[in-house]
T-cell receptor, first 111, second 114 residues
Framework: QKEVEQDPGPLSVPEGAIVSLNCTYS??????FMWYRQYSRKGPELLMY????GNKEDGRFTAQVDKSSKYISLFIRDSQPSDSATYLC???????????FGDGTTLTVKP | NAGVTQTPKFQVLKTGQSMTLQCAQD?????MYWYRQDPGMGLRLIYY???????DKGEVPNGYNVSRLNKREFSLRLESAAPSQTSVYFC?????????????FGQGTRLTVV
């Protein structure tokens, strides 16, 4: 069993839609939860970071962690064509930097 | 501000050839990483270096070697390339101890082994 499973997609939505991206993980010892955005032919860049359970909001983006269900989500409100990218969830046991990544969900936002 | 720089950006190798992928960061980070990314898959850790002079295996180290030349540079070597090593390779760096566990990634090296 993979340590982290990500909803595969691809996902195509109209501009302005609310997008939900999801991952599940297997080990309750994971403490750090990240979402990276990767544009085509570019390296990933950190979008959101959450430690332990709870919600974190940054503009149109909200990251949610439910440790009891081992479930993490990224919500994008008022989606824009510029949000079209692959989104990768990543989890880590410690702050040491070794992260395990999901396979990614490719999102297309159509004008 | 260059961040993480990888060279080359593209490479085609014949089976059995060797090559070294170069990575350098100018952010004074202690930790550096090499990942590979295959189509439709996430990033898989090949090797990492927590600090200058130390290296450790990641999830998929077979067929690769690394060298942490100094604090700035972390190279990945393929001694005898195989078609299964066709992938996009990303180097990343991170400053450990930061509350934000952000890793900064390079632009990637697209390697094809024929």
């Amino acid at each position: 069993q993979k340590e982290v499973e990500q909803d595969p997609g691809p996902l195509s939505v109209p501009e302005g839609a609310i997008v939900s991206l999801n991952c599940t993980y297997s080990n309750s010892a994971f403490q750090y939860f990240m979402w990276y955005r990767q544009y085509s032919r570019k390296g990933p860049e950190l979008l959101m970071y959450t430690y332990s359970s709870g919600n974190k909001e940054d503009g149109r983006f909200t990251a949610q962690v439910d440790k009891s269900s081992k479930y993490i989500s990224l919500f994008i409100r008022d989606s824009q064509p510029s949000d079209s990218a692959t989104y990768l969830c990543a989890i880590s046991y410690t702050n040491s930097g070794k992260s395990t990544f999901g396979d990614g969900t490719t999102l297309t936002v159509k004008p | 501000n260059a961040g993480v720089t990888q060279t080359p950006k593209f490479q085609v190798l014949k089976t059995g050839q060797s090559m070294t992928l170069q990575c350098a960061q100018d952010m004074n980070h202690n930790s550096m990483y090499w990942y590979r990314q295959d189509p439709g898959m996430g990033l898989r850790l090949i090797y990492y270096s927590a600090s200058e002079g130390t290296t450790d295996k990641g999830e998929v180290p077979n067929g690769y070697n690394v060298s942490r030349l100094n604090k700035r540079e972390f190279s990945l070597r393929l001694e005898s390339a195989a078609p299964s090593q066709t992938s996009v390779y990303f180097c990343a760096s991170r400053r450990p101890g930061a509350t934000n566990t952000e890793a900064f990634f390079g632009q990637g090296t697209r390697l094809t082994v024929v």
